[in-house]
């Protein structure tokens, strides 16, 4: 079965800084990755993802992620954080192929101090 | 266009009792999957359900159980409750057999006394 690991539970970072979130899964085959993010009152929502082709992928609001598949990780990124990013970030996985469920991490929580 | 809509909100079971937790799917979308989301935890696989039927399930016990109707919305009934079983419970669509994005709704929390 999948599993996702999530390595930090809770960052606080001050704006400007550079955000790193690290991200493990364990499955052997052919996966799809996900970040979604929760703002605060707000429902989950995707940040990016990635199927197949160039590892380094990049979602929504400055945000990119890298696919290392020798290292079964697949880190968030961000070169400058703004207040507004302050969320829960949950890293995912899904095997490749059909309505294949999807598998959560615990999570990430962001603040971001002005 | 309407996205994933949850009902109820927000309720208060006694242990013992049992709940019926609704969804309907983002306009287009087919498949529905629930999600049980502890305090502090990330959300947990409960079962998927596509052509209505349950296609996936995760680690939870026969208690819990859910039915897609043909409009593609979506139940989940979980029955002889108990404290361990308060949580947000998130119902997410998806439409694209290719992308696999969830959609999420707002989730309805059950507190279990």
Same mark, same amino acid.
């Given at each position: 079965?999948?599993?996702?690991?999530?390595?930090? #539970? #809770?960052?606080?970072?001050?704006?400007?800084?550079?955000?790193?979130?690290?991200?493990?899964?364990?499955?052997?085959?052919?996966?799809?990755?996900?970040?979604?993010?929760?703002?605060?009152?707000? #429902?989950?929502?995707?940040?990016?993802?990635?199927?197949?082709?160039?590892?380094?992928?990049?979602?929504?609001?400055?945000?990119?992620?890298?696919?290392?598949?020798?290292?079964?990780?697949?880190?968030?990124?961000?070169?400058?954080?703004?207040?507004?990013?302050?969320?829960?970030?949950?890293?995912?996985?899904?095997?490749?192929?059909?309505?294949?469920?999807?598998?959560?991490?615990?999570?990430?929580?962001?603040?971001?101090?002005? | 266009?309407?996205?994933?809509?949850?009902?109820?909100?927000?309720?208060?079971?006694?242990?013992?009792?049992?709940?019926?937790?609704?969804?309907?799917?983002?306009?287009?979308?087919?498949?529905?999957?629930?999600?049980?989301?502890? +305090?502090g935890q990330g959300p947990q696989f409960?079962?998927?359900?596509?052509?209505?039927?349950?296609?996936?399930?995760?680690?939870?016990?026969? =208690?819990?159980?859910?039915?897609?109707?043909?409009?593609?919305?979506?139940? +989940?009934?979980?029955?002889?409750?108990?404290?361990?079983?308060?949580?947000?419970?998130?119902?997410?669509?998806?439409?694209?057999?290719?992308?696999?994005?969830?959609?999420?709704?707002?989730?309805? =929390?059950?507190?279990?006394?």
């Open positions: 079965a999948q599993s996702v690991s999530q390595h930090n #539970h #809770h960052v606080i970072l001050s704006e400007a800084a550079s955000l790193e979130l690290g991200c493990n899964y364990s499955y052997g085959g052919t996966v799809n990755l996900f970040w979604y993010v929760q703002y605060p009152g707000q #429902h989950l929502q995707l940040l990016l993802k990635y199927f197949s082709g160039d590892p380094l992928v990049k979602g929504i609001k400055g945000f990119e992620a890298e696919f290392i598949k020798s290292k079964f990780s697949f880190n968030l990124r961000k070169p400058s954080v703004q207040w507004s990013d302050t969320a829960e970030y949950f890293c995912a996985v899904s095997r490749s192929g059909g309505y294949q469920k999807v598998t959560f991490g615990t999570g990430t929580k962001l603040q971001v101090i002005p | 266009d309407a996205g994933v809509t949850q009902s109820p909100t927000h309720l208060i079971k006694t242990r013992g009792q049992q709940v019926t937790l609704r969804c309907s799917p983002k306009s287009g979308h087919d498949t529905v999957s629930w999600y049980q989301q502890a +305090l409960i079962f998927q359900y596509y052509e209505e039927e349950e296609r996936q399930r995760g680690n939870f016990p026969d =208690r819990f159980s859910g039915h897609q109707f043909p409009n593609y919305s979506s139940e +989940l009934n979980v029955n002889a409750l108990l404290l361990g079983d308060s949580a947000l419970y998130l119902c997410a669509s998806r439409g694209d057999f290719n992308t696999g994005e969830l959609f999420f709704g707002e989730g309805s =929390r059950l507190t279990v006394l």
